[in-house]
């Protein structure tokens, strides 16, 4: 009995022996297999393009019949003759020359410099000049006044004058005529006819209270200069603007072609693994399932290209719009390829630069500040307007008279009255017969209710535009804090994609190498592809932003226009002394 149980017994352990030297003997033939096909040779992968492309990623090394590869967007823009290099700059220049929206604002700084000519076209001198001839019968019933001939008393006279008459700054305004009357008569108590008539006189009239330097015309003057100024920093806002969305487009722009390129690497990478499985498959050491599975890939990466080429038309179109002149344009036909790159540029600015320089350069602030001084204008100008009208009025003059002697003169008349109307101006220069005066004249107003609703209006607005202001400066500071911050977050962005990007292409590359020895799947070289790909997409978004970031900041300084080392240069006629 002991020995069949010992019989079974060693049958028994020989068959596990069996069954194990079975096993072993499969697994060592499959490896000796996996090596095999991994000693095959294989094809070189077509080099990436390398025109404003990324680095191209490490790739599989087992190719067989690779697809065609595809010629990159710059490179196709660049063969089809239609590719138009373009640096940010330039997209500046030819934004800043052609964008609509500027051009028409420049109308309306037109506009307002015809405006203050208007205002001050009050203070321009006048000439006047007048003729009037007129002339008058009377019965003769006077013993005292008796006609020489006839029944009735008759006078003519032609009078004609001319003068120069002006405002002046100061509220008060001169004139200066020169007056001359050649006058008939057959009055018997005449001693010339015709008889001649000359005077010059000078009449100055200024207010020393009421509308002294702080009058309508003045008033009128400095408050279209402040509506000027406000145009003018709206039109700065505006190129600031324009130059903020061409920069963001132009980096958009890079951020599309490039995104199109790490694709398009992409998809190469996805059909090289796709060659590779489908050689694998055929020499039996992989299962046929891998092949749909690179094949979905390439599909998926096909169509991301497409969705990248579509984002590059349409930063395209937008850009176009911003540096073209009309829609006629030839711009419109060309390929836009901007040559700049979104490299890193350290900032030096610090915090409280920024919010200082936002302070004081903010259009929001000074146009605020200008309607403050509006204010201003017209409380000083109300506050003027309660005093008493108080004017000093003066003249001189000087006459002259001559003509021909009646018998009723003669004898009567001294010999220097005796001539034309030549001899009556020579006594005009002599200042013989000089005259003058000088007065004032005083009106006291009792009592002036619209003056002083006015005055109150402009009280009311004035606390109310200083409440606006300081809440407008807490906006801005606001608005600066964020975009300072946002370059800082940026900035770590972009150390971070730089880190995460060469991480993804050393994952590739050994997922790689695991692949060509069998220790790993397609979906995992795959998976690694994605990796890198959005690595690679990655750190150009966090350049792209950095550099975005930096422009928003410029803009909430409003530093734009400096950092682009443009001058915006406006001729404005002199306001006047009034004005100042």
Not at 198 to 224: C, D, E, H, V, Y
Not at 260 to 268: A, C, D, G, K
Request: with cysteine; aromatic share 8%.
């Amino acid at each position: 009995m002991m020995k069949t149980e010992n019989v079974a017994r060693l049958c028994r352990t020989l068959q596990r022996s069996n069954y194990m030297a079975l096993v072993y003997f499969i697994a060592i033939f499959s490896l000796f297999c996996l090596n095999l096909a991994a000693q095959q040779p294989a094809v070189p992968a077509t080099p990436a393009d390398q025109v404003a492309t990324p680095p191209s990623p490490p790739q599989p090394k087992e190719i067989t019949n690779p697809a065609p590869k595809q010629d990159s967007f710059v490179a196709k823009a660049e063969t089809s003759g239609k590719g138009f290099r373009l640096t940010l700059r330039d997209a500046v220049k030819m934004a800043l020359e052609n964008n609509l929206t500027i051009a028409i604002s420049d109308y309306e700084s037109e506009n307002y410099f015809q405006r203050m000519r208007g205002d001050q076209g009050v203070y321009d001198p006048a000439l006047v000049s007048s003729v009037t001839l007129n002339s008058n019968v009377t019965p003769n019933t006077s013993p005292y006044n008796q006609s020489l001939q006839g029944s009735n008393l008759t006078r003519g006279n032609l009078l004609y004058s001319f003068g120069l008459q002006q405002v002046i700054p100061t509220g008060g305004n001169w004139s200066l005529s020169w007056d001359t009357t050649r006058g008939t008569t057959n009055s018997n108590s005449s001693f010339f006819s015709p008889s001649y008539n000359a005077g010059f006189t000078f009449r100055f009239t200024q207010p020393l209270m009421k509308n002294f330097r702080t009058n309508s015309a003045a008033r009128q003057i400095k408050l279209t200069k402040l509506d000027a100024n406000t145009n003018d920093i709206t039109f700065e806002d505006q190129v600031t603007t324009v130059i903020k969305n061409v920069q963001d487009a132009y980096w958009d722009l890079v951020y599309a072609i490039r995104d199109h390129e790490i694709r398009r690497n992409s998809l190469e990478l996805a059909k090289i693994q796709l060659d590779n499985n489908r050689r694998r498959v055929e020499i039996g050491t992989l299962a046929p399932i891998e092949i749909t599975n690179a094949e979905s890939t390439v599909s998926t990466r096909e169509q991301t290209m497409i969705s990248a080429l579509e984002r590059i038309s349409t930063i395209q179109n937008r850009m176009k719009q911003f540096i073209s002149r009309d829609a006629h344009s030839s711009l419109w036909d060309n390929i836009l390829i901007p040559t700049d790159e979104p490299v890193y540029i350290q900032s030096d600015v610090t915090l409280a630069e920024a919010v200082d320089s936002a302070l004081t350069n903010r259009p929001e602030i000074r146009k605020m500040k200008n309607e403050i001084t509006k204010l201003d204008v017209n409380e000083n100008f109300y506050r003027n307007q309660k005093r008493p009208q108080v004017d000093l009025i003066t003249s001189l003059g000087s006459i002259g008279q001559a003509g021909d002697v009646t018998s009723v003169g003669e004898g009567k008349v001294l010999p220097r009255f005796i001539g034309n109307m030549f001899t009556a101006y020579g006594q005009i220069m002599t200042f013989d017969f000089r005259n003058y005066s000088v007065g004032l004249q005083v009106t006291i107003p009792v009592r002036n209710r619209s003056v002083e609703a006015n005055l109150a209006q402009q009280l009311i607005a004035k606390q109310q535009y200083q409440k606006r202001l300081r809440d407008t400066e807490q906006t801005i500071q606001v608005d600066v804090r964020n975009a300072y911050e946002a370059i800082q977050t940026n900035r770590q962005m972009v150390e971070t994609a730089k880190k995460g990007l060469q991480l993804a292409r050393d994952q590739l590359d050994g997922e790689n190498k695991r692949f060509e020895a069998g220790l790993t799947t397609t979906f995992m070289v795959l998976t690694r592809q994605d990796q890198y790909e959005q690595a690679q997409g990655s750190e150009l978004q966090s350049l792209v932003n950095y550099r975005k970031s930096l422009s928003a900041l410029y803009k909430a300084m409003f530093k734009t226009l400096d950092k682009n080392d443009i001058e915006i240069a406006k001729s404005q006629p002199d306001a006047g002394p009034s004005a100042k």
